[in-house]
Each structure stands twice: as C-alpha cells, then as structure tokens.
C-alpha cells in the first residue's frame, strides 16, 4: 500500500475544514485535507456569517475577498399573527472589527476557501497543502506515537501517517462514531421546509419573522438578490408534496411576493440541538458538525464550526512545533464545548419567541418585547444583539490571575482601529499571526522590560499601543524599541482597560490569556511560566521528526 506523511489529516472539506486547514498551512504545518464528494457544496446551506468568523477569515487574509458576496450589517423585524411588527434588532456596534450579520452564500464561500488553498503559493508554498476532492477517509489508527490514516480514492486504497487526525466529516461523522463518541440533546419533531430562491421580487433587506403560531416563517435576505424562506410545516402536510414546486409556491405566497420567483432549492429538514459528549481521544478530535449541531433559528451553526477551526489550529501547531506541551490540546474541549453549547442554546430560545406553538404563548412574547422597548437598556439589549452569549471560556488556557485577568482572561479582545505609521489599521493586521504582548501606556517600552523572557517562550511579537491621547511616547538612550508601535485610535483599548497601563497577551486565536497591569506584572508572568511548563508532560510527544514538514509520500 502506498504510504505518505503529513502533520495533520482533516476529514471533511466543509467550512470548518477549510478553515481549519488554511490556518494550520498560515502556521507551517503540513495537511491533507480529504473530502467525498467530488467538489465543493453546489446547493444552499449556512447562509448567516457573523464578525467573530470573519475576524478568523481576515486572519488567513480572506474576510474581504467573502464580504464581496454578501449582504452585510442587516437587521430582523419581527411580525405578529397580524402583521405588525413588534420587536426589531438592528446592530450598529463592530467590537470585533466587522459587521456582526451577514447574509452570504455557502457554495460561494467554499469555493473562494478552495481556490486560495489550492493556489496558496505566495503566502505559504503550496507544499503544506494537499486538498484532495475525491477522497474518502475509511479508517485510522491511533497508535499513541500518530494517527494511520486510511484515505481512499478513484485510485485505491493508500494510508497516510500523521501527528493528529481532525474528523470535521459533518453530522453523520465517521470519526465521531469510530473514537465512541455519542450525541447528547434533542430533535425536534417539527419539520421545516427550506426555499432558496434566486432574483427576489421583494427589495426588503432585513430579515422578517412572522412569529405566528399557525404557521411560522422566516424570510431571510441574501446577497445577488437571493433569499431564503423557512416555513414550519403541519403535522398532516407531508414532506413529499410540500418539496413540489407547487406546493413550495403557495407556501412562499403567503409571505410575500415570491412565488414566482426562481427556486434553486425546496428542501424539508428536522432540527436538531445536539451536542458530543467527548471532542478528543488521544490524536483524533472533532470539529464542526461532527462534534455539535445547532438549529438554524440563530444562524450560528457554521459559525460554530469556524471557532473550533480558530481554537484548535494554533493548539496543534504550537505542539507540532514543540512550543508547547502537549496537554495544551486538552484545553479544546474544555473552552469550545461550553460556548458552543451556549449557542444551541440561544438557537432554541430564538426559536421559541419565532415560532410559539399556541396563541397564548405568542401573546405573552409580543408583550415582553413591547414592555422591553419601552426601558431603553433593554431595549439597547435586543437592538445590539447582546442577548448573544460573548465569546468567553469559564475553564482553558489562560489565567485569571488577578482582578484585570478574572475580567478579560478567556474573552475574545476587542479588535479596534488603531494608528500604525500614520494609517489607521484594524488591530488583527499588525499583531501577525502567533502570540501577541501588548504593551498599553504612555512608555510602552518601560512596561515591556520586565516581561523578561515571556515573548521569547511563546514566539510572542511585542507591540507598544499608545493611549489615544499622545502622538508619540518619549525614548531614552538604550530603550528598548518596540515594533510595530501603535496608538489607540479609537480609545477602545483604554476604555477597556480603564485608562490604566497594563500588558495583556494574547493568544493567536485573539482571545485574553493575561491581562496585567502594572503592579501585577511579575506575578502574572510567573503564573503564566507556570501555565506553558504545565503543558509539557515530560515527554513532548506532539513532535517527532518530520515536523513541520511538507507533504510527501513513498510507496
């Protein structure tokens, strides 16, 4: 049997997988990356992104190509039995540095995620890459010291020899079954039918929820004059003829202009809000749809996935790479099942205020809302989507080390516009893609002194930020020169901060893992060494030779 080597194989070419690989190539590390069927999603899917995935998309230098294909910065209206609408989100606030609803294609998506992994060349060298379409992953064995991976193709049967294998194979997943992972949760007995429909008669560009307990719907824009309608079918509607154009046309008739509208697809789906007990044995973990699946009512499905592609690329790479030890990779699970769960969560708590089964229950809803628009701080709750749980761990890696720490340590930084050379840049840009020190204070340089040998263990780039207030911060003869320097442009960083000097590092997937200020920093480092030492087992078995290396095989 034909044998090759790579540090990591992904099963399953989706969006998590896609993601995923683009951010384990931006951090040299070899993959294959395998999927069935013979190309990309050709039919409608995900149709929601949100900031937090855009801001991993601008980490693999790709958010903008994305946002070109959608609608962006959209709003939902939601309607009673009669029409009127009694609650409206509309968020304005960007905290991660883009618009936190965006209504976008996922054949179109996938497919910019393809092509820039296939001619990757300029920024990595392609020769971290192998996208295989065509290919099906049958087998794997975890021996301890890596993964043996079975991947068959139109040409046969060949096994490849990895570090880690990443099961992002969706719902029905292979490697869930095979590592006896099983899913805890529910699915709902109610049926939807989901219209995709091309060149919309209805110039509407938010969404509309018809919160109607005899007959449920939510209408979502999209981009190119698309648009999707989710409609709660009856109990004696069967789902044959209702996925018929005719019957998909009167239901669309109810709600708008649309039924003579194109139909790129009529489908009917059961929900489910499920979730895996285990994300990891030994080599083998689970992401996206493998490991959780998220009814649709929040749109936060695939942008599920994408975070767990966030959280453990840099896990892998920094234990591939001998960074760090590799007990770091027991952290995945314990920060990304919590959040994702919370997700489910708020999917079928949206789904209970969007389709209420009895009149008396939507009654009582429409009265909260018009009670909450009323009380402006509440009402600012709902129109700036802050019901949305933050991104935030309660267990992982980071510390809480302190009062700063125990406020930021685990959330997500904020991703403002600061001043770098004169030219206002998005903060994610000028961090790079590793670890990150910033340094925030009037002498960014001073503060950066007594991290001591911090930066180096973590291949950390250190970067002054000055408050909004000052152009520049003074030097003296020797001072240690900080590059890039940068100030606060916006004032978001102190505002955070409460205008006090402080180090926060920061983790490649831009969450806090220290935030320390002045009178804390040597302590703080101390439990930070204590944190990176405790990954290493004494024996760093994420590295062996061929690390890092490119894909190649032998026979």
Not at 38 to 55: F, K, N, Q, Y
Request: aromatic share 6%; proline share 6%.
């Amino acid at each position: 049997m034909r044998r090759e080597n790579c540090d990591v194989v992904i099963a399953g070419a989706g969006p998590t997988g896609l993601v995923l690989a683009h951010l384990l190539a931006r951090h040299g590390v070899s993959v294959i990356l395998a999927e069935q069927n013979a190309a990309t999603v050709g039919e409608p899917r995900a149709v929601s992104i949100d900031d937090e995935s855009l801001r991993t998309l601008q980490q693999i230098g790709l958010a903008e190509e994305v946002l070109k294909d959608c609608a962006s910065e959209y709003g939902s209206e939601y309607l009673g039995p009669d029409r009127r609408p009694f609650a409206v989100v509309r968020p304005s606030r960007s905290e991660y540095g883009w618009p936190k609803r965006n209504a976008f294609r996922q054949p179109f998506l996938e497919r910019t995620l393809a092509q820039a992994l296939i001619g990757r060349d300029p920024l990595h060298g392609n020769e971290h890459i192998a996208l295989r379409f065509g290919t099906q992953c049958v087998d794997h064995d975890d021996h301890g010291g890596g993964v043996s991976v079975i991947l068959e193709d139109g040409q046969g049967r060949y096994q490849v020899d990895c570090h880690y294998f990443v099961g992002a194979d969706g719902g029905r997943s292979r490697a869930r079954k095979a590592i006896g992972a099983t899913m805890a949760g529910s699915t709902f007995e109610e049926r939807w039918l989901i219209v995709d429909i091309l060149d919309t008669k209805d110039p509407f560009r938010e969404t509309r929820v018809f919160c109607d307990p005899a007959r449920p719907c939510v209408c979502l824009p999209g981009p190119d004059r698309t648009r999707r309608y989710e409609i709660r079918l009856r109990p004696d509607e069967s789902t044959e003829a209702m996925e018929q154009d005719t019957e998909a046309r009167r239901l669309l008739g109810e709600f708008g202009v649309d039924a003579n509208a194109p139909i790129a697809r009529a489908k009917v789906y059961t929900f489910h809000a499920r979730i895996a007990d285990v994300w990891r044995k030994g080599r083998v973990f689970l992401a996206g749809d493998a490991a959780h699946l998220t009814p649709p009512f929040a749109g936060q499905g695939m942008n599920t996935g994408v975070r767990d592609a966030s959280n453990l690329a840099w896990k892998l790479a920094a234990v591939i790479g001998g960074r760090l030890g590799p007990s770091l990779l027991d952290t995945y699970q314990a920060e990304r099942r919590a959040h994702a769960w919370s997700m489910i969560r708020l999917a079928i708590n949206m789904g209970r205020v969007m389709a209420p089964h009895t009149r008396l229950a939507g009654l009582a809803i429409r009265t909260l809302f018009h009670v909450a628009s009323v009380v402006p701080p509440a009402r600012q709750w709902l129109a700036q989507m802050r019901f949305k749980p933050k991104p935030r761990f309660t267990a992982g890696f980071f510390t809480t080390h302190g009062e700063l720490s125990r406020r930021l340590g685990g959330t997500m930084f904020p991703q403002p516009m600061v001043e770098h050379d004169g030219v206002q840049r998005r903060l994610d840009d000028v961090l790079g893609d590793g670890f990150a020190v910033l340094s925030y204070g009037a002498n960014p340089a001073a503060l950066a002194r007594r991290l001591g040998d911090l930066p180096a263990r973590l291949g950390a780039r250190t970067v002054g930020c000055l408050p909004r207030i000052l152009a520049f911060a003074p030097t003296s003869p020797g001072s240690m020169q900080l590059d890039p320097m940068l100030r606060d442009h916006t004032g978001a960083i102190g505002a955070l901060l409460g205008e006090s000097e402080a180090i926060i590092v920061l983790r490649p997937d831009r969450y806090v893992m220290a935030a320390l200020p002045t009178g804390e920093i040597e302590s703080g480092i101390a439990t930070l060494t204590s944190a990176i030492d405790a990954t290493f087992d004494g024996t760093n078995t994420g590295t062996k030779p061929g690390a890092n290396s490119t894909v190649h095989s032998s026979t």
